[in-house]
């Protein structure tokens, strides 16, 4: 291998007028072109830091009816989830319209937290909603979160998430929806405060009250741990609406504690009766609850909107299999449609699903995992199929249920 020159590889300047000259692998670069290279860097970051930089008015011209109406066609059922996040929702925008006016009441952000078992359209509320406004929409999960400095992500990953989603646009993301999910499993363990680091359940609570407060947090550009001489982008969580969900296992026994409501006693209840009590119980659920799950008082506090959702019937779930504009029988129909083939179900099939989705008590999200499995092996043979039309059975969707119950069972 050759000696290298003892000149930068860059400007041709020499060893002996340059006041320092790095050596690389193949090449050399001196001193002032390593300055001259982080300028342009930082220009480079700088620029797209303030990319959209001129703060536009935000016009918001949603009723919260209007909200719950789009909704309507897209979430069967929680009528009243809806209608407490629509107001949520619109409050929470009008807010950011006027605070332009410096005479008025200063209105504090009012953050949500969704309480519901699987499946029950918590996410799926959320992601419309920032559809219908058409503002950046990030979605995370609790459980990956670690406090800051310890093995997992940082929490300050959710905003970066958020920037991805607007192309780094900062103004738009400072208006967007934050959706963090799995919220309940980074509870404390038990209500009194811990004597060990709880670093990723308590520690993560902590370190989310700066961002649902409100505050200006530095966030890495491309995600990742954070590091001493990383360039940082900084972004404003005042007017990020943070909605929080969660399955909340269990609670229903700490709100029938507390509302005096035993689940035992003498007297057996049918599977009906215990089903309709527990659905009952939820829909009194309370901050003093969520306290006592584990959630911290200072979290709590800056989530004031409490919703809870309720478990879907049967008829919610044939509603949702085939009413909403994107129901799972119709983006299967619309599969078929690009082969040019008309897909069909009987009522019996659609029963059969039914069955199994209550069975498994998945939910919503149970009912796209029972027609994935059925559906599988239709698509694989319709396309060498000459017919135009095919009709699902029961008989069908029973045998090739029946085939791959092992997969069914572990979906």
Do not use: W
């Not at 519901?116 to 999960?141: H, Q």
């Not at 309940?184 to 038990?190: A, L, N, Q, Y």
């Not at 990020?240 to 007297?267: M, Q, V, W």
């Amino acid at each position: 291998m050759s000696k290298l020159k003892q000149e930068c590889y860059f400007c041709g300047t020499t060893a002996s007028k340059s006041k320092l000259l790095l050596d690389g692998l193949n090449a050399k670069i001196c001193d002032r072109c390593i300055e001259l290279g982080s300028g342009m860097i930082k220009d480079i970051l700088k620029e797209n830091q303030n990319k959209g930089s001129e703060d536009i008015r935000f016009e918001f011209d949603k009723t919260p009816k209007e909200i719950v109406h789009y909704l309507d066609q897209y979430i069967i059922g929680q009528f009243q989830a809806k209608k407490v996040l629509s107001v949520a929702i619109y409050n929470h925008y009008k807010r950011i319209e006027q605070q332009i006016l410096e005479d008025e009441v200063e209105i504090e952000k009012s953050n949500i937290l969704m309480i519901g078992n699987t499946g029950t359209g918590k996410t799926l509320l959320a992601k419309t909603v920032a559809k219908l406004l058409n503002v950046p929409f990030a979605i995370a999960d609790a459980t990956t979160f670690t406090q800051s400095g310890y093995v997992g992500e940082d929490i300050e990953s959710i905003i970066t998430r958020l920037l991805q989603n607007c192309n780094y646009n900062i103004p738009m993301a400072e208006k967007g929806i934050v959706f963090v999910d799995e919220i309940d499993k980074i509870s404390r363990k038990g209500e009194n405060v811990s004597i060990t680091r709880d670093v990723s359940g308590e520690g993560v609570q902590q370190g989310l009250l700066k961002l649902l407060e409100g505050s200006e947090v530095l966030v890495p550009p491309n995600g990742g741990r954070k590091h001493p001489d990383q360039p940082m982008l900084k972004v404003n969580t005042k007017n990020i609406l943070f909605i929080c969900g969660g399955a909340f296992e269990g609670i229903e026994e700490i709100i029938g504690s507390r509302i005096n409501k035993n689940t035992l006693g003498f007297k057996k209840k049918s599977s009906i009766d215990e089903k309709i009590e527990k659905n009952e119980i939820l829909s009194q659920v309370n901050a003093l609850d969520v306290k006592k799950y584990g959630i911290i008082p200072e979290l709590l506090g800056r989530l004031p909107v409490v919703i809870s959702l309720q478990p879907l019937d049967r008829e919610a779930l044939k509603r949702i299999l085939l009413e909403p504009k994107n129901s799972i029988i119709k983006q299967y129909k619309k599969l078929f449609e690009f082969e040019k083939k008309q897909l069909e179900f009987e009522p019996e099939a659609i029963e059969f699903i039914l069955d199994k989705a209550i069975e498994y008590e998945l939910g919503a999200r149970g009912l796209r995992s029972i027609c994935e499995i059925i559906m599988t092996d239709i698509m694989y043979e319709s396309p060498s199929l000459k017919n135009k039309k095919i009709i699902v059975t029961s008989k069908i969707v029973e045998q090739i249920f029946n085939s791959n119950q092992s997969i069914a069972l572990s979906a």
